[in-house]
């Protein structure tokens, strides 16, 4: 029984930030077809904590709707025909904001043979994320939003979740949690992504 509890919370840690709904407990991680990692800056400080989950391989990426830079409702289907990396995030969580610059430099990167769409789940939608972007100076993500949290209520998990959707809507794998785009082990899951058919 001690060895449960810390087990549980290491795992909420990992998992990332609380939702923004009042009263609302965090969605708790799926337990199948998990590895965990981290990585560390320069000085050895563990920057992020994540979860790679497979458990969801092969499923259709939900039909939830979401609003695009333009202010028009989307959903996931919009970008079939080319692999998709879906991140979940709010400016108000840390470790979303802390992994936000690597997906940037990825999505300038990859732009020609994936999309990275980045969706704030902050509950005042473009009052507060519109601003975000601009003090951020990001170069390549557009501010996609989800003010209803329907995309993160379709993932059952935590933020930041990155998931990753194949040319077909499929999906491979998804991190929870923070992870470094521009490092090995996320290299490693991009290049497993885009040699999937």
């Known amino acids: 029984m001690l060895l449960i509890l810390p087990l549980a919370l290491a795992g909420s840690v990992i998992a990332g930030c609380d939702r923004q709904k009042p009263g609302q407990e965090q969605a708790a991680a799926p337990q199948a077809n998990i590895s965990s990692g981290e990585a560390k800056d320069a000085r050895g400080v563990e920057t992020f904590q994540h979860q790679v989950d497979r458990a969801n391989a092969g499923k259709l990426a939900p039909a939830a709707a979401f609003r695009g830079p333009d202010d028009a409702p989307l959903t996931l289907a919009a ?11 709010a400016t108000w969580c840390a470790p979303c904001v802390a992994e936000m610059p690597t997906l940037d430099a990825l999505a300038a990167k990859e732009g020609n043979r994936m999309t990275v769409v980045a969706v704030a789940q902050d509950l005042q939608g473009a009052a507060v994320v519109d601003p975000w972007f601009q003090k951020a100076g990001l170069k390549a ?22 998931i990753f959707y194949d040319a077909q809507g499929r999906e491979l794998w998804r991190v929870i949690g923070a ?19």
């Open 79 to 89: 970008f079939r025909g080319k692999p998709v990396l879906v991140n979940l995030w």
């Open 141 to 162: 993500l557009q501010p996609y939003l989800d003010p209803q949290n329907a995309l993160l209520d379709a993932a059952n998990s935590a933020l930041p979740t990155s």
């Open 179 to 197: 992870i470094d785009w521009e490092g090995e082990e996320a290299q490693a899951l991009l290049a497993e992504g885009l040699a999937a058919k």
